[in-house]
């Protein structure tokens, strides 16, 4: 009888396959990133060199010395006293990223995690900021969602497209949708200024294109106001998504399309609007197996690796980036998966 391996699917599931069963999985994992993107798939020694990381015979993976790589975190700050229940406030959460945790950079991020809700608080969030860099030394950011939803009836000024889509408005919806852009961008270059004021060592423009390809063009118009404004100032840009949903479908950022998008293009878009570290996204699938989605995170990332002439740092939180959709993701999985995200997706962090 062959011998069996632990793995697990994507909503966190335990189960056993065979090494020929895992090696199935791989091959339609990277097949498929392959069809979607119009990729290159895995070649036969980057899916030897998979199987060998999921069938190791640890409970935790690591990558080789000498091919360590840095970390940047998003919604940092509530992650240690929302996220895990920990009474202490968001620049003391700073402290335990860098002094117990040994993150390498940090983020200061506010509960209401969009940049809508925080302009009209943001001299508040400049004095957190001034006092989190005065009790750090890592790089610290200050971090938020552009969020274009947030600018929808009855909270905002522009009508919701999700409603006007199905009644079939679409010149509305896609009116409504850009005005949506001007006034993100307004915001995000606001907070993005201040925080550039406080000293802040960096933005973070977070789960970039939720709302859609709107939303990403937001982002990257906000972006290049920003790096016009501060040519040295550091600008972090992660995805929502392993592409832009076409919401809109007809925007463009510097002559490329915006709809339809996989890592290996958004990362050019990203590079054409000053982003210094790019966050390529992609979304695990709840009911495949850890090998499938691995396989996929990996061939994405590797083809976006080699289009990239920025820093890439692919998101690995749950739900993306082949992590189980689990509050706590299980280490033997997650480990596995930043292995092989490193050593084969040609990752500069994570």
Not at 46 to 67: E, H, N, Q
Not at 110 to 115: E, G, K, L, Q
Not at 129 to 146: D, E, K, S, V
């Amino acid at each position: 009888m062959a011998d069996k391996y632990f793995i697990r699917y994507g909503d966190g599931f335990g189960d056993y396959m065979t090494k020929d069963e895992i090696k199935e999985e791989i091959e339609i994992g990277t097949a498929d990133a392959a069809s979607r993107g119009k990729i290159d798939p895995l070649t036969e020694s980057d899916k030897d060199y998979l199987l060998d990381i999921i069938t190791a015979p640890v409970r935790f993976a690591s990558v080789d010395p000498g091919k360590e790589v840095v970390v940047s975190n998003d919604e940092g700050t509530l992650k240690v006293s929302t996220r895990c229940g920990v009474s202490i406030d968001r620049t003391s959460a700073l402290a335990v990223d860098e002094r117990i945790l040994c993150m390498d950079t940090a983020e200061l991020a506010h509960i209401d995690y969009s940049f809508k809700p925080i302009k009209p608080v943001v001299y508040d969030e400049m004095c957190a900021m001034r006092h989190a860099l005065q009790n750090t030394i890592i790089p610290i950011y200050y971090g938020a969602m552009p969020n274009l939803g947030t600018y929808t009836h009855p909270d905002g000024p522009c009508e919701n497209w999700a409603e006007l889509l199905p009644l079939g408005k679409i010149a509305e919806a896609r009116e409504s949708q850009e005005v949506a852009v001007e006034h993100a961008v307004r915001d995000i270059v606001r907070v993005a200024s201040c925080m550039y004021e406080a000293g802040a060592d960096g933005i973070n423009l977070d789960t970039v294109g939720a709302s859609g390809d709107a939303d990403a063009l937001a982002a990257f118009l906000a972006i290049k106001e920003i790096r016009a404004k501060y040519p040295d100032f550091c600008i972090e840009a992660g995805m929502a998504g392993e592409f832009f949903l076409g919401m809109h479908g007809e925007l463009e950022f510097e002559g490329m399309r915006l709809a339809g998008m996989y890592p290996h293009q958004q990362v050019k878009v990203a590079e054409k609007a000053g982003v210094t570290i790019f966050g390529p996204t992609v979304n695990t699938n709840s009911s495949k197996s850890f090998p499938w989605n691995v396989a996929r995170v990996v061939t994405f990332t590797k083809a976006c690796a080699e289009a990239a002439n920025i820093p890439i740092h692919p998101n690995v939180g749950m739900g993306v980036g082949s992590m189980c959709l689990t509050d706590s993701v299980p280490l033997d999985a997650a480990s596995r998966a930043d292995k092989a995200i490193v050593e084969i997706g040609k990752a500069d962090g994570l």
